[in-house]
């Protein structure tokens, strides 16, 4: 069974820094994109950023310039790095990999969120 654990969220004020982690963990062959993603209240969830297993990185136009994400492929961990936070970034965040079994087959699982908070 496959798992996704997200870490890293809390209580921050307006302009400061908190950075994401996301484990995965179980019988895993490879992991294709892994990604960041977020659920204000009363919205839908929203991509954030996401990034390759060679690297390539996509961001939503909110974050650019405050965010950036990272992976470990031999940890099978993405992170998420966010500055000069926003209390419009408040929000739950949910990671997102597609991880190939043995078989090779991909699915896409998510972790169950962390909640960032930003005070004004």
């Known amino acids: 069974q496959v798992q996704l654990l997200e870490s890293g969220g809390g209580l921050v004020q307006a302009g400061g820094s908190l950075r994401l982690s996301c484990a995965a963990s179980?019988?895993?062959?490879?992991?294709?994109?892994m990604g960041w993603y977020r659920q204000a209240p009363g919205k839908q969830r929203e991509l954030v950023a996401n990034?390759?297993?060679?690297?390539?990185?996509n961001y939503a136009d909110s974050v650019k310039e405050r965010v950036t994400i990272s992976r470990d492929n031999a940890k099978n961990t993405v992170y998420l790095q966010m500055n000069s936070l926003k209390p419009e970034d408040t929000a739950v965040y949910y990671c997102n990999a597609r991880i190939v079994s043995v078989r090779l087959v991909g699915v896409d699982y998510w972790g169950k969120g962390t909640l960032v908070t930003v005070s004004s």
């Open positions: 179980g019988i895993i062959f490879s992991i294709d994109d």
């Open positions: 990034i390759s297993r060679g690297g390539s990185t």
